[in-house]
């Protein structure tokens, strides 16, 4: 156990992250760390926005890899996410083939015989040549590995789940009429959610679960600083500390990680050096995507960027 | 170590995180990757690879702290080194303390624990509680009655014989001596009670509330005390929501099946039989329908209760369900169920219907005039009730056209078999007309019964 140095790994995770413009928190940084060790899909879980999908494109990128993207949805299934037959495609070939069919039994004297002959072309029709691969096949296919995104979940049926399962946890499906296909190499495999809907036991227990809550105010300056680089020190300090005295109040709905960043790149784009009343009082509406939240925020605006630009000061 | 993880698993099981094999096994590997050397990193591992929800992970965090802040226990050192280090301890010991410098000799020839409170050594202390504890299983420990047994057994191992045998011999020798050795032992006793208990916090938490819910469970509901309400309510809840993420089914679905191949060649005949468009099997299945009779008069009403609180969740579970309460006359209240919070809803009921004598026949007949044509041959129709209709005419000829006209009739009742038929219960003429009858006096029976009803449209 000595030679291994999982922090040095840990942290290399961090920083090929980090060159993708992904500012990951330690606890994001060792739940890749450890999908990739111990070959573990990661079910990514926390409010909208904080960067689930995005963890997805950044591992994509940092390890020179495909990303292939299953959005799930009410209805999802099997013919869908996983293959379909090409039922068209069989039927033609049917009756395309149809006048071959004399050729093929022409040689069969008896009825037996010819049904025998049949057979052995039977399967044909059942082939890989007629199998429509879907995203979770492609992923299975990719030689070369790849990122595999299984976005919201949550959206799902219970019933995509149990689907799911054979794959995350040994990396093949069995399709009936072909048998097992293994992963020619196992894809790293990020299942996103949104808790709309509490997902089965099985699925969880087959996952690393991570959750990704809202960062800590050092941690978004860094996100935003990758982000937004124009942004100067002073201004990115005010603002994410303002957003953190905006995230106490009870709103219906929280402005996230991607809101920060959208808010920074407002800001910028106004040319604004420091956090002032009006300016945030003209932009609100970046930050806060309900009416109703606007109008709760707004009372406090004062208060909250005195606060921030006290904050500056100390910290 | 690994003795050390597993007992981890057990904490990390008794501060209710559902932990199984499969998911240590997982723990094992990926700790196996990370070291433990750095304990944050140790820390978020575990909560990755254990924790499944975001309440497991701030119970397994807090119970990682409390776990890795006790005393490591140390394996007991080889004898021939430990020997050499306690003399030199003991003797290091007895010669620092002044007031000792004459009891020095008698020291000598008290036992290892006297010499070892004596000296008040609280590293050695510590680790000799530790020893113990593990030689005594103290991580088997579930219930807080458990806690006098396994003090006992710590003191026990620790030596606790030879030193009450120590203070006997020096209360006439040496008072002085023997009155710090047994100031010391209090202490040492209070130490192994906080260790004791810090245990039970660890590993005992979830038996003890599994003990607790189990006795609940098969309660009878009528003779809840009421400082058990809450959580008999509590219970139920729980008891609903698995029913849910069993049953519940999402409002849409897929409901392509395979090809039909019959139809898809009639269809396609007009094109000499080239197959331009396909047909698909379609998947059937019954529509849940379920109608609910809940009797809130005096004689179930603490009973009833629970079974509206259960009827709520169906609501939640089934889409079609209609909710009727009565007791002198009978009302619809699947409005109430559905809009409002269980507790609200309840007391809305209970004011409108609720408490009256109960009049099984009239309120039949209200039903029969108002919602009979609601019956259909897919619909079970749930009677939750008592059927104790003080002497009236209880008009089992309503129910027995309600029977013709559903699917199945379910009757629940709170009593025993017992009391069926005895006073003014009609009982047995309406358990004719019933498909299942059962008695449903418990939160288990409650459960099982609404669980077949619900099962049986899957």
Request: hydrophobic share 35%; glycine share 16%.
């Given at each position: 156990m000595a030679d291994i140095r999982p922090s040095a790994s840990i942290e290399a995770v961090e920083s090929g992250l980090a060159a993708q413009g992904y500012i990951a928190s330690r606890q994001i940084a060792t739940a890749v760390y450890l999908a990739q060790q111990i070959e573990k899909p990661i079910l990514v879980e926390g409010p909208?926005?904080?960067g689930k999908t995005e963890l997805a494109k950044a591992i994509a990128a940092w390890r020179g890899m495909k990303m292939i993207r299953l959005q799930c949805y009410e209805g999802l299934d099997e013919a869908k996410a996983l293959y379909e037959w090409k039922y068209a495609k069989q039927l033609l070939y049917t009756q395309i083939l149809k006048d071959k069919l004399g050729e093929v039994l022409g040689g069969a004297p008896t009825l037996e015989a010819a049904l025998n002959q049949l057979h052995d072309f039977g399967d044909v029709f059942f082939s890989k040549e007629f199998v429509e691969p879907r995203p979770l096949l492609q992923a299975l296919e990719q030689p070369a590995g790849c990122v595999l995104l299984i976005d919201e979940i949550d959206k799902s049926d219970a019933e995509f789940e149990s689907l799911l399962l054979e794959i995350l946890s040994d990396f093949q499906v069995t399709i009936p009429e072909l048998g097992t296909v293994v992963a020619v190499a196992p894809p790293t495999v990020i299942l996103t959610s949104n808790s709309e809907r509490d997902l089965g036991d099985a699925l969880k227990r087959r996952c690393l679960h991570l959750h990704i809550g809202f960062p800590e105010q050092k941690l978004e300056e860094r996100i935003v600083e990758s982000r937004v680089p124009g942004i100067s020190q002073t201004l990115r300090r005010q603002m994410v500390s303002f957003i953190h005295e905006v995230r106490t109040l009870d709103l219906k709905k929280l402005p996230s990680v991607s809101e920060s960043i959208d808010w920074a790149r407002v800001l910028v784009l106004l040319q604004a050096r420091e956090l002032g009343h009006e300016v945030v009082k003209d932009t609100l509406n970046v930050l806060l995507k309900y009416e109703a939240d606007i109008e709760a925020t707004t009372p406090q605006v004062s208060t909250f960027v005195a606060k921030a630009s006290r904050q500056n000061v100390f910290g | 170590m690994r003795e050390n993880l597993h007992r981890f698993f057990r904490a990390a099981r008794g501060a209710g995180v559902r932990l199984s094999p499969a998911e240590s096994i997982d723990a094992m590997r990926a700790v196996s990757k990370v070291g433990f050397t750095d304990r944050t990193i140790l820390r978020d591992t575990f909560l990755l690879t254990l924790a499944k929800t975001q309440d497991e992970k701030k119970a397994l965090g807090d119970c990682f702290d409390l776990f890795f802040d006790q005393p490591e226990p140390q394996s007991p050192p080889e004898d021939g080194e430990a020997d050499g280090q306690h003399a030199e301890e003991s003797n290091a010991a007895s010669d620092s303390p002044g007031d000792a410098s004459d009891g020095g000799e008698q020291t000598e020839r008290l036992g290892q624990l006297a010499q070892m409170l004596l000296a008040q050594d609280r590293n050695q202390i510590s680790a000799a509680i530790a020893n113990a504890a593990g030689a005594a299983s103290l991580s088997d420990i579930r219930y807080f009655t458990q806690r006098g047994i396994f003090s006992g057994r710590i003191l026990d191992q620790m030596g606790i014989e030879r030193l009450r045998d120590d203070l006997d011999s020096l209360a006439a020798t040496n008072p002085a001596l023997a009155e710090r050795l047994t100031n010391a032992l209090d202490g040492l006793r209070g130490t192994v009670r906080e260790t004791v208990s810090q245990a039970l916090m660890l590993y005992g938490r979830e038996e003890a509330e599994n003990l607790r819910n189990e006795i609940l469970r098969n309660a009878p509901l009528s003779r809840i005390e009421p400082r058990q309400v809450e959580q008999m309510r509590h219970l139920i809840r729980q008891i609903a929501r698995r029913l849910r993420e069993r049953y519940s089914k999402p409002r849409k679905r897929q409901r392509r099946g395979h090809l039909d191949v019959r139809r898809t060649i009639r269809r396609n005949a007009a094109w000499g039989g080239v197959p331009f468009l396909t047909a698909w099997k379609r998947r059937h299945r019954d529509k849940p329908k379920i109608i609910a009779l809940c009797d809130v008069s005096g004689s179930v009403a603490r009973v009833s209760d629970f079974f509206l609180l259960l009827i709520h969740s169906l609501h939640e579970v089934v889409d079609d369900v209609r909710s009727f309460a009565f007791s002198g006359h009978l009302i619809e209240v699947s409005d109430i169920l559905e809009s409002k919070s269980p507790e609200e809803a309840m007391a809305e009921i209970m004011s409108k219907v609720g408490f009256g004598s109960s009049d099984y026949g009239s309120s039949l007949d209200d039903f029969e005039h108002?919602?009979?044509?609601?019956?259909?041959?897919q619909t079970t129709v749930i009677v939750l009730g008592?059927?104790?209709?003080?002497?009236?005419?209880?008009?089992a000829d309503i129910l027995r056209r309600i029977a013709e006209r559903s699917k199945r009739l379910v009757w629940l009742n709170p009593?025993?078999?017992?009391?069926?038929?005895?006073?003014?219960?009609?009982m047995p003429r309406y358990s004719t007309f019933c498909t299942v009858v059962r008695q449903c006096a418990t939160a288990k029976q409650l459960e099982r019964a609404v669980s077949d009803i619900v099962a049986s449209y899957q």
């Open positions: 909208a926005g904080v | 108002g919602w009979m044509s609601a019956i259909t041959p008592d059927a104790r209709s003080n002497n009236l005419d209880p008009r009593e025993g078999r017992m009391a069926w038929g005895w006073g003014d219960s009609e």
